[in-house]
């Protein structure tokens, strides 16, 4: 068992120390991707910056254009930079306007025609990027963007957005306050127009609409129907596959339609929005053939709502869960991209991207298949540092966990005291030989102690007096003697019970002379008849019949056996003498008594 640990407890402090160079070696590994962190973020960083240069030259060409050709167009002094830069080791982006090569603030610096102008084109570059990458529908709502362009001017600005509607095939919804007249000429056959009135009962209708025929089996939305929305009881709202202009009086309802888009795109339906007084209501999307519902009807505090959609003119889906139907997101296909709304512009903040954070815009401005494979470089860079710093931190505990224990186990000396322990189980394993032959030689002794007692039990039982028959002669005289007297006792009993005869006649003197020899002969056998009378009248002791000696035999032996007795008990008890004194002699030596343990000096404390 000693051994047993020992080699345990070595073996394991030799796997330790292995483990501890194999965790060196791993934290040597994982301090070259530690130590060279922050140059490989800078060199992806500046990489990243350099495809943002190649890329967001499209963003600066296209924003000049829209602010040039609307604002300046006979001046070229101005144009848009978009600045990359490194912060806290991400890309960052600033967008300003060079005046005369001198930067300027466009969001605080200029006035709000320059910031809603450059605002359209970012939300163009956004939405083609995330159509792209993201699979949002090319789909653009601008609510306002001209209400800080003189009407003299807003057809440029009107025009520069028709061309890029033409050229990127986005279709586009352009909410305006701005009369038709100012925005198109005449003679213009491209654009959708749709005019909003109101009658003499308050009622919202399509006053004028013009919109181009449309192509077969178009995958842009057709038109949008509400019902008892906001200030529309039952407006319907054709669209062009281009650009429509969607105009009307101020305050009568032209951004409850941009709310109304947003709203089924969001499936975000409150209260507040069900026109006051009606009892349910509706949004309703014509694509191609398919047409997507939102029914709601109030319940309560809130609206309970139902999604339903139509292909055909067939209902193929029904649900009247919150949450929209994956089938109909993936028809709608509009939603938010890293959180900001980049399909349906707000009249309220028709600002775009240049009032966010440089990080924000740079994460919005996503430039092409180049970036993802970059942004997936850096991912995976940046997990391999994160998983060498844990590697570090893990392998460093453990070694110093693994050098605490063998200081330790070293500490301890179990090399010498193995030894130490080797010796002494020597020891004890010759003690414990020592003490089973005592154990087996005080066995022994209990076995002649038992004997003795038992020895002894006998010895005091009271023993009848044995005969003395040390002389067989005289035994064998009693016996013949004995033999005599049953034949005489016999004999006399057989006299006794016989018949004396009559006395016969005499006849002559010679009869008569030998029945006076017969009378002396019986005298003589009367006499010795009234002799042993009185011992043939005795009653005979309880003895053993005569004719068996075995009694005597058996009493003989029992003789013999008491002095053979008699001379072992004498010799086991000169035996029990010399066995205590042995015992005293090893319990002495020891120094302690094996049994109860209890300490040892002279002979004389052994009480046995």
Known sequence: MIDTVYYSVKSNLDLLENRIKTAEKEIKEAEKYIKTESDIQTILANAEKSLYSKKTSVIELLATKFLNETLYPDDDTRRIKIKHYIMRKSPAIDIVMLNNGEEEDIFHGQGGAVANIVSAALRIIVLAIANKYNGLRKFLILDEPDCWIKPSIVNRFFSSLSEVSKTSGIQMLYISHHSISHLIDDDNKDVGIVELAVNEYGKVYVENQSIPKRKQNQDSIAYIHLKNFMSHSDTLIPLSDGVTILTGPNNIGKSSVALAFRTIAYGNMPKAFLKHGAKNGHIELGIGNKKVRLEYKPKGKTLSVAWKLYEDDKEILSTDKKQIPDEILSILKMGEVDGMDVQIGNQKVP?????????????????????????????????????????????ENFIGI???????????????????????????????????????????LEKNRKTLEAFNTVVKIKQPVPPDITDTGKLQSLITTIEKAKHIITALERVKASTIPEKPPLTNEDELNRLLTIGKRLSKNLKLLKTLEPIANLTPPTIPALHDLEPLKTLGNRYKEYKILSESKEKKYNEIKKTESEIRNTFTSLGYCPLCGRKVENKEDIKL
């Open 402 to 444: 693994a050098e605490n224990i063998i200081a330790n186990v070293k500490s301890l000396s179990i090399d010498e005291k193995f030894k130490n322990l080797k010796s002494l189980k020597e020891e004890i394993e010759e003690r414990e030989k020592r003490i089973k032959h005592l154990g087996e030689f005080i066995s022994e």
């Open 351 to 395: 600002v775009f991207l240049i009032n966010e954070t440089p990080l924000k815009r740079a994460s919005i401005l996503k430039t092409g298949s180049e970036y993802m494979h970059l942004q997936k470089l850096t991912e995976l860079w940046k997990a391999k540092v994160k998983e060498s710093k844990k590697i570090k931190e893990k392998n």
